[in-house]
């Protein structure tokens, strides 16, 4: 008998459904280890399965459905409380595990990591990574990135104004960082200078960038690391739950609103989402600036199955976000005092859609996790109705891991990738080729755990085709078109070492690998966002990194921290520079010259290196004085001269206190002072040097019980002073957008205050 794919699918439904193992259960006590009383409300996660519960009035919890046989971690957290962490190994269908948890005055580092290879705790795994939690993303942000680089040290962005935002890790940013959402990699359109990620930012739980090379994992473009966003875990089976939140800004009116419920009945599992955002123009100490508005609205959903053959959840999202810019002139005004909501010309239209079908199946005494994915990331650039520039990019991906059974220490996973993109020019304007681009990878990892140590390695094969599309405009040839095609090979290897439980050193080598962007091999066009005329190369090569990285975390009750360092060479570099004098002018549909600046990309050998650092005080329970400092050293060593859009060094100092106030619970209050120093290392040859700034940020909140209803409210205050300043990755700085006019620039945003609220829902216990 033959059979087609279809059948094949079906009988593996089937499979699953009818012939898969008996089902376990986790359940047991969460309990204070000195007083042996029960802890109500204590955080119980086995994020490996995307499940959570919370412990009830005698500290009880349960987990049902789950599959018998696997090694899963739990994760317990409780506010005052240290967090704990426990392997359990299922071999029967029923397990009991009781948990005592000890009083802290911090809140501890240990945590477990999912965006690795293989899930475990953070002290375990090799790589640098930082875990942000829901309350620490609540704030003065004005997008998820912009709340990320406000957290994370090694971590900061490229702005242009107040509503876009691109991630910038160790001083890599655009195709060298990965946005992993719903386990599917977001695909837009990275490569631009003026494109952020599409992701709703009051979506994430909890997010972890992952910093340095992530290559072996996520292939291509994950060079300078990953930023994996997770969503709430499913709750435990009979419950409905949720949370509401809105949010003021008084600097720029942003009001931000997002409402989401969960569900889970008998495994059949859902979770729905909406969230609007809305900014007129913001203001810097020296006026509004003119047209910086933004509204994004969004919607999400997931429908799954929880059971003890594993998950599946079908993900789908819609983000519309608009943004205004504002197209002057030199010596145009740049501020005015508007506070209209209404964008006007210039400005983006840009959708993203995206269905994502996560899987998990206990396939004998290992597991299989499939990812399948489909994204439509559509880009309008208004300069009037009709759209001048119009991306349209669709995208399907597939990423498949075996996890095999671990056996005397060892775990070893293999897996596949592959992705297709098709993009298409729909509008009148035209910057990069349509082009179409298949990406395939092939991967093997194995860890091995003895002791207090851990070792791990792991090798990847990665091919990448792009074709490049011919077009005639006007019977001139406004795109050659292109092939080509890139692979290599790329490798890793990871240690760790536990001294103690005060001090934990990791350590990282291997090379990663990144194709060129399609916008790097073809453009050629007026980039209005950026006020320049890119010219792609064709020729480019595929960059090659080789890179390493050391870290020790060290600290007990009183002092914390950790020192990390790095450095990563990059051979073929790939950048867009300019030349005085190289100019071109463009005359448009009503016969108006304009002249730009010429970018031509080009490669060139880079070495990036630095270190991060923290150490935090605690004299007292209630007492804690955190700081962070971050620095990037980068060189273009074929001319010898520092590389450009470069972060500066930044230390990060907060006093945050926490005393005990009758009918409040979890009240804080924040005061910090955020130090940048002066960026001078520049490529002078198009980039001009930013100056030192400081600015004074406070905060304070609470939890109020109204009844048995939880309330979070709280308030944040950023740049309190109002100052004046250009941050360095500013693209609205001066010497930023035009080389031709180095006074052009727009300041930062200035005072703001926050006003949000919280309510976490419990519909159905």
Same mark, same amino acid.
């Given at each position: 008998?033959?059979?087609?794919?279809?059948?094949?699918?079906?009988?593996?439904?089937?499979?699953?459904?009818?012939?898969?193992?008996?089902?376990?259960?986790?359940?047991?006590?969460?309990?204070?280890?000195?007083?042996?009383?029960?802890?109500?409300?204590?955080?119980?996660?086995?994020?490996?399965?995307?499940?959570?519960?919370?412990?009830?009035?005698?500290?009880?919890?349960?987990?049902?459905?789950?599959?018998?046989?696997?090694?899963?971690?739990?994760?317990?957290?409780?506010?005052?409380?240290?967090?704990?962490?426990?392997?359990?190994?299922?071999?029967?269908?029923?397990?009991?595990?009781?948990?005592?948890?000890?009083?802290?005055?911090?809140?501890?580092?240990?945590?477990?990591?999912?965006?690795?290879?293989?899930?475990?705790?953070?002290?375990?795994?090799?790589?640098?990574?930082?875990?942000?939690?829901?309350?620490?993303?609540?704030?003065?942000?004005?997008?998820?990135?912009?709340?990320?680089?406000?957290? /994370? @040290?090694?971590?900061? !962005? *490229?702005?242009?104004?107040?509503?876009? &935002?691109?991630?910038?890790?160790? $001083? =890599?940013?655009? %195709?060298?960082?990965?946005?992993?959402?719903?386990?599917?990699?977001?695909?837009?359109?990275?490569?631009?200078?003026?494109?952020?990620?599409?992701?709703?930012?009051?979506?994430?739980?909890?997010?972890?960038?992952?910093?340095?090379?992530?290559?072996?994992?996520?292939?291509?473009?994950?060079?300078?690391?990953?930023?994996?966003?997770?969503?709430?875990? /499913? @709750?435990?089976?009979? !419950? *409905?739950?949720?949370?509401?939140?809105? &949010?003021?800004?008084?600097?720029? $009116? =942003?009001?931000? %609103?997002?409402?989401?419920?969960?569900?889970?009945?008998?495994?059949?599992?859902?979770?729905?989402?909406?969230?609007?955002?809305?900014?007129?123009?913001?203001?810097?100490?020296?006026?509004?600036?003119?047209?910086?508005?933004?509204?994004?609205?969004?919607?999400?959903?997931?429908?799954?199955?929880?059971?003890?053959?594993?998950?599946?959840?079908?993900?789908?999202?819609?983000?519309?976000?608009?943004?205004?810019?504002?197209?002057?002139?030199?010596?145009?005004?740049?501020?005015?005092?508007?506070?209209?909501?209404?964008?006007?010309?210039?400005?983006?239209?840009?959708?993203?859609?995206?269905?994502?079908?996560?899987?998990?199946?206990?396939?004998?005494?290992?597991?299989?996790?499939?990812?399948?994915?489909?994204?439509?990331?559509?880009?309008?650039?208004?300069?009037?109705?009709?759209?001048?520039?119009?991306?349209?990019?669709?995208?399907?991906?597939?990423?498949?891991?075996?996890?095999?059974?671990?056996?005397?220490?060892?775990?070893?996973?293999?897996?596949?990738?592959?992705?297709?993109?098709?993009?298409?020019?729909?509008?009148?304007?035209?910057?990069?080729?349509?082009?179409?681009?298949?990406?395939?990878?092939?991967?093997?990892?194995?860890?091995?755990?003895?002791?207090?140590?851990?070792?791990?390695?792991?090798?990847?094969?990665?091919?990448?085709?792009?074709?490049?599309?011919?077009?005639?405009?006007?019977?001139?040839?406004?795109?050659?078109?292109?092939?080509?095609?890139?692979?290599?090979?790329?490798?890793?290897?990871?240690?760790?070492?536990?001294?103690?439980?005060?001090?934990?050193?990791?350590?990282?080598?291997?090379?990663?690998?990144?194709?060129?962007?399609?916008?790097?091999?073809?453009?050629?066009?007026?980039?209005?966002?950026?006020?320049?005329?890119?010219?792609?190369?064709?020729?480019?090569?595929?960059?090659?990194?080789?890179?390493?990285?050391?870290?020790?975390?060290?600290?007990?009750?009183?002092?914390?921290?950790?020192?990390?360092?790095?450095?990563?060479?990059?051979?073929?570099?790939?950048?867009?520079?300019?030349?005085?004098?190289?100019?071109?002018?463009?005359?448009?549909?009503?016969?108006?010259?304009?002249?730009?600046?010429?970018?031509?990309?080009?490669?060139?050998?880079?070495?990036?290196?630095?270190?991060?650092?923290?150490?935090?005080?605690?004299?007292?329970?209630?007492?804690?004085?955190?700081?962070?400092?971050?620095?990037?050293?980068?060189?273009?060593?074929?001319?010898?001269?520092?590389?450009?859009?470069?972060?500066?060094?930044?230390?990060?100092?907060?006093?945050?206190?926490?005393?005990?106030?009758?009918?409040?619970?979890?009240?804080?209050?924040?005061?910090?002072?955020?130090?940048?120093?002066?960026?001078?290392?520049?490529?002078?040859?198009?980039?001009?040097?930013?100056?030192?700034?400081?600015?004074?940020?406070?905060?304070?909140?609470?939890?109020?019980?109204?009844?048995?209803?939880?309330?979070?409210?709280?308030?944040?205050?950023?740049?309190?002073?109002?100052?004046?300043?250009?941050?360095?990755?500013?693209?609205?700085?001066?010497?930023?957008?035009?080389?031709?006019?180095?006074?052009?620039?727009?300041?930062?945003?200035?005072?703001?205050?926050?006003?949000?609220?919280?309510?976490?829902?419990?519909?159905?216990?």
């Amino acid at each position: 008998m033959k059979l087609n794919f279809k059948d094949g699918i079906l009988m593996l439904v089937c499979y699953f459904l009818l012939f898969s193992a008996t089902a376990a259960t986790i359940s047991g006590r969460v309990t204070d280890s000195k007083t042996n009383q029960p802890i109500a409300g204590a955080t119980i996660s086995l994020l490996q399965l995307r499940s959570s519960t919370s412990s009830d009035q005698q500290g009880h919890y349960a987990f049902k459905s789950l599959p018998s046989s696997g090694r899963y971690l739990v994760e317990v957290r409780f506010i005052g409380y240290q967090s704990l962490i426990k392997t359990i190994e299922l071999t029967s269908e029923d397990v009991t595990v009781d948990f005592a948890l000890n009083e802290s005055i911090i809140e501890t580092n240990e945590v477990v990591v999912t965006g690795t290879l293989v899930t475990s705790q953070s002290r375990r795994n090799s790589t640098s990574v930082s875990v942000i939690s829901k309350d620490e993303l609540q704030g003065g942000a004005t997008n998820l990135i912009d709340a990320l680089a406000r957290q /994370v @040290p090694g971590l900061s !962005q *490229i702005t242009t104004g107040q509503g876009i &935002s691109k991630p910038v890790i160790r $001083g =890599l940013g655009y %195709n060298r960082v990965v946005t992993v959402n719903d386990g599917v990699k977001q695909m837009g359109q990275q490569w631009g200078d003026e494109h952020g990620i599409e992701i709703d930012q009051n979506q994430p739980d909890r997010v972890e960038v992952l910093r340095g090379a992530a290559s072996l994992m996520y292939g291509s473009d994950a060079i300078g690391g990953v930023i994996n966003i997770l969503e709430p875990s /499913v @709750p435990t089976a009979g !419950q *409905i739950k949720g949370e509401l939140l809105s &949010s003021y800004s008084t600097n720029n $009116g =942003l009001t931000n %609103n997002s409402l989401m419920l969960t569900g889970n009945e008998n495994g059949f599992v859902w979770r729905g989402r909406g969230s609007y955002q809305n900014a007129h123009a913001y203001n810097t100490p020296a006026g509004r600036y003119i047209n910086s508005g933004f509204n994004n609205t969004s919607f999400s959903g997931m429908l799954g199955l929880n059971k003890q053959w594993g998950y599946s959840h079908l993900n789908f999202s819609y983000l519309k976000n608009n943004i205004g810019f504002y197209d002057a002139e030199p010596g145009d005004p740049l501020y005015n005092e508007s506070k209209s909501r209404t964008l006007d010309f210039p400005k983006q239209d840009i959708r993203h859609y995206k269905l994502a079908l996560n899987n998990n199946f206990v396939i004998g005494s290992g597991n299989l996790k499939l990812d399948l994915g489909y994204q439509k990331n559509q880009r309008r650039e208004l300069e009037e109705a009709t759209p001048s520039l119009f991306f349209d990019l669709n995208t399907y991906s597939l990423d498949a891991k075996y996890y095999l059974a671990e056996r005397n220490g060892w775990q070893h996973v293999v897996g596949l990738s592959a992705s297709q993109e098709h993009s298409i020019n729909k509008g009148v304007e035209f910057l990069i080729p349509a082009y179409d681009q298949i990406e395939l990878g092939a991967f093997g990892y194995a860890k091995k755990s003895w002791g207090e140590n851990t070792f791990n390695m792991g090798l990847r094969y990665d091919f990448v085709r792009t074709k490049g599309k011919q077009l005639f405009v006007d019977d001139e040839e406004q795109f050659p078109g292109f092939k080509n095609k890139f692979s290599n090979i790329s490798g890793a290897l990871g240690y760790t070492h536990s001294f103690s439980e005060d001090f934990n050193f990791k350590a990282n080598a291997g090379s990663a690998f990144r194709a060129p962007n399609p916008a790097e091999l073809g453009s050629n066009g007026v980039h209005e966002g950026t006020y320049r005329y890119e010219i792609g190369n064709e020729n480019l090569k595929a960059e090659r990194s080789f890179q390493a990285d050391a870290t020790l975390e060290f600290g007990h009750s009183i002092v914390t921290g950790s020192i990390g360092i790095y450095e990563n060479y990059i051979h073929n570099f790939i950048y867009a520079s300019a030349k005085k004098g190289d100019t071109k002018t463009v005359v448009d549909e009503d016969n108006n010259e304009q002249t730009y600046d010429v970018y031509r990309y080009g490669q060139v050998n880079a070495n990036l290196f630095g270190f991060e650092g923290s150490l935090n005080f605690h004299p007292l329970n209630w007492v804690h004085l955190d700081n962070t400092f971050t620095y990037t050293h980068a060189q273009n060593k074929t001319f010898d001269r520092p590389l450009a859009l470069i972060p500066a060094g930044v230390l990060h100092n907060t006093l945050r206190l926490e005393p005990k106030i009758n009918g409040l619970h979890a009240f804080y209050v924040s005061v910090g002072l955020d130090n940048y120093f002066k960026q001078n290392r520049i490529d002078e040859t198009f980039e001009t040097a930013a100056d030192s700034y400081s600015l004074i940020n406070a905060g304070i909140g609470a939890t109020l019980h109204l009844g048995k209803q939880q309330v979070k409210v709280y308030a944040t205050a950023s740049n309190l002073t109002n100052k004046r300043y250009y941050d360095a990755l500013s693209r609205l700085r001066p010497g930023r957008l035009s080389q031709e006019d180095p006074a052009y620039g727009v300041y930062n945003m200035g005072r703001n205050i926050t006003f949000g609220v919280y309510l976490p829902l419990t519909i159905k216990k």
